[in-house]
């Protein structure tokens, strides 16, 4: 085990955190232990959890227990909450704390319930012109085995590009959309209406942290091409930068216990959802709440 006080990442302000926290690997992510989310948090709690969010990216809150009411309520300290965007099989807007899960409407575990994007390493609504800043979930039900969510850490990822790979893409951007979610997850076409909803838009490929001014490779499954690149480079370019990024030594992978409560940075993340559990069989069922971010730049 890490020793907490021991622990000064040279990335860290070097402040004592006001809890109990552990990091849980070399790119990233800490867990947390003995805070309680479900009761009132104080500016100078909310403060120390953002510092320690922005030197993890990852924070994984153990042994929790929070209502959706209560889930809401903790992520409002962030910022401003986001709609899920599409709608409900009913046609209903999705509640602003929102379900992540394979059960249908019938609550019966079904391949078919899950957002096949989720399974494609993504960094949260970049097909929107102002992204997601943090996404977090909390473990309702969990399958006995696996179901786990992998994130790698495209600040590590962009550091360790050549000095000939930052500069060529330097000041590059790439067109990102729903629609080319959806054609690269191998969903059924986004609709007319959908991609009237939901036009493309640019982000930099080479995004900086706003609020670490660190770079970080910004792309994902709703990238489309890149932007002024004849369509074979732009294929190559993204193809050689995605497994570059999904090299291990920048991936971590969060095994789900009962009562964790994750939350993590979209700026300097991509994640996805593994398959590897009986998707058919067992239930898993998460409670997500997203915040909305600032414009890429
Ligand atoms: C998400 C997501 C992955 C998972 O909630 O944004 O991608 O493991 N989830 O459920
Ligand atoms: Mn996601």
Redesign the pocket.
Known sequence: MVDVQAHQDTRGSGIPYPFDIRPLTETGGAEVFGLDLSGPIDDAMRDAILRAFLEFHILVFRDQSLTKDQQAAFSRHFGELEHHVGRLPDGSPYPIVHT?TNLDENGKPTPGA??L??YFW?T?KSYHDIP?LM?M?HAVELPTKG????FTNTRLAYEALSPQMKARIAGLKAEHSWEASRRNSGAPPATEEQKRERPPVAHPITRTHPDTGEKTIYLGNHVSHVIGLPEDESKALIAELMAHIEQPQFIYT?QWRDGDYVMWDNRCLL????RNYEIASER?L?H?T?IIGTKPY
């Open positions: 992540v899950v957002a994007g989720n993504h949260d997601s996404t979930l179901g786990d969510t992998q969060h994640h996805r959802a593994a898993r998460l997500r997203v």
